[in-house]
């Protein structure tokens, strides 16, 4: 089995930590040792020194008048042999008697002022190992000072061989540690591997599966959570998207059905120049119509991807206005419906014209497709508080309660068809407001959009056709597009 690359990232990183942390307790250790050596080796100099000076008192007094150049010698003939070296200065600082290796005596001065206090310091040796040197001052009487000698060699060993037996030691340990993490990584991780396998066994088309969240408050928890969470989301999509391509596909069934009714026809059996050409203009007419609603479909995909149009064009909607009329001229006489201006005002909004010119041809042909012929279909602009109105009006009976909330809230077509659909997506994008009124027997169908500085106040209107309908205007918009 190939090891976990992830595994060995974790265990290197936390041996890489246990090894900095246990290479400077190693240093502390070192360097705390080193130290309490120096004072164990400072303790026993002066625990001699006081040794020695209570000797040469003790033999000073047992012999009055005893000098001192005999009390020092007799004293140190009667110290046990050590590792330490002695010698003895009378108050003039000139040494009166020798105790010990004679390599280690010779390091010591031979002239001494009176020290006053206790004094250590380490001598440097030429050759063989380095001395600790403490000086004691003895009584006043009789007046002298000891000195005591040991070597370093003993201290400098025991640091030495700390130091190599933690040298030694770091790399078992890191070994270990390499290896307990490892394990402790593989523990640490199974659970991620378990959910990674839950998911695997989630197939596209069963989405409405979960993956079980035990610990819901910890990382791996939420993380749990999080992909439920994606799984519905991703399941809410799918069931927009089969409904959407069901609706999509009604809505080019019926004129592609067409088509194939009117070529079917003409095969069978032969037709005049008349009925040919009758023919042809339904066939025509039902093409442009599965045109417009590929068309359509390409513009909603990119609706659904998020995608953001330049919103930086300044649009005069009284020119618009005239624009897609003159365009849905040929579409209206075809279905029998007539079309005519209401209110006009000359106002502009920011934002992008083709796909403003996109929404207010979907009004039309929304308006030409399922209008009454008896009532033109009116198209109006004007401004109210402040903001304005673009709005397409014919008659009809008003859309149930259900199409209704559907055009509201749902992002997928109704049975008008996807140009309401693009129409609210459209709006949005300009943060403008789209609404429906039914009065009279009259649908209004309209946006209410942001009047741009560029087109001067809304309350200003200069009217270019015909006075108002008297359905002209909507009802306050509701905020929902």
């Not at 007094?61 to 009390?71: E, F, G, I, V």
């Not at 078992?172 to 402790?184: A, F, K, P, R, T």
């Not at 027997?441 to 959009?449: E, S």
């Amino acid at each position: 089995m190939q090891p976990s690359r992830l595994r060995l990232r974790l265990a290197g990183s936390f041996a890489l930590a246990f090894l900095g942390g246990l290479g400077a307790l190693n240093v502390a250790l070192v360097i705390y040792l080193g130290r309490q050596s120096e004072l164990r080796l400072s303790r026993e100099a002066r625990s001699i020194g006081a040794d020695v000076i209570e000797a040469v008192v003790r033999e000073a007094q047992d012999t009055r008048d005893r000098p001192l150049t005999s009390a020092a010698p007799a004293a140190l003939r009667e110290w046990p042999a050590g590792p330490e070296a002695i010698v003895v200065y009378d108050s003039a600082g000139t040494p009166v008697a020798r105790f010990g290796d004679s390599a280690l005596t010779k390091l010591a001065p031979n002239g001494l002022p009176p020290p006053t206090s206790l004094e250590s310091r380490t001598l440097r040796a030429e050759e063989g190992p380095d001395v600790q040197l403490m000086t004691m001052p003895g009584p006043d009487k009789p007046r002298f000072a000891v000195s005591i000698l040991l070597p370093r060699e003993p201290v400098r060993g025991e640091t030495k061989a700390l130091a190599g037996w933690l040298a030694v030691s770091t790399p078992l340990v890191l070994l270990l540690s390499l290896i307990g993490g490892y394990h402790l990584a593989r523990r640490s991780l199974a659970p991620i591997g378990a959910l990674g396998e839950a998911i695997g066994r989630i197939a596209p088309e069963a989405l409405d599966q979960r993956v079980t969240v035990q610990h819901p408050t910890d990382e791996l928890g939420r993380l749990g959570k999080q992909f439920n969470d994606l799984l519905e989301r991703l399941e809410q999509a799918q069931a927009q998207n089969r409904q959407f391509l069901r609706r999509a596909a009604h809505q080019i069934r019926t004129p592609l059905t067409l088509v194939l009714g009117e070529a079917d026809l003409s095969l069978e059996r032969p037709r005049t120049h008349v009925e040919q050409r009758q023919a042809l203009t339904r066939i025509r007419l039902a093409a442009e119509q599965m045109k417009r609603r590929v068309d359509e479909l390409l513009l909603l995909a990119h609706a659904e991807a998020g995608d953001r149009p330049p919103m930086d064009e300044a649009v005069e909607l009284d020119g618009l206005v005239f624009e897609c009329a003159d365009l849905m001229r040929g579409r209206a006489q075809a279905l029998h419906r007539h079309l005519e201006f209401g209110r006009l005002d000359a106002l502009t909004v920011r934002g992008s014209a083709s796909l403003l010119r996109e929404a207010l041809l979907e009004l039309i042909e929304n308006a030409c497709r399922y209008g009454s012929e008896s009532v033109p279909i009116r198209i109006s602009v004007f401004a109210d508080a402040g903001a304005a109105h673009l709005v397409v009006e014919s008659g009809g009976p008003p859309p149930s309660p259900a199409t209704s909330e559907l055009d509201r809230n749902s992002r997928l077509p109704n049975q008008h068809g996807l140009g309401l659909v693009i129409v609210r997506w459209i709006v949005g994008q300009h943060a403008g407001q789209f609404a429906h009124s039914h009065e009279a027997g009259i649908n209004a169908y309209g946006a209410r959009l942001p009047v741009s500085r560029d087109g001067g106040e809304a309350e200003s209107p200069a009217s270019r056709a015909g006075p108002p309908s008297a359905h002209g205007r909507l009802p306050v918009l509701s905020a929902r597009r």
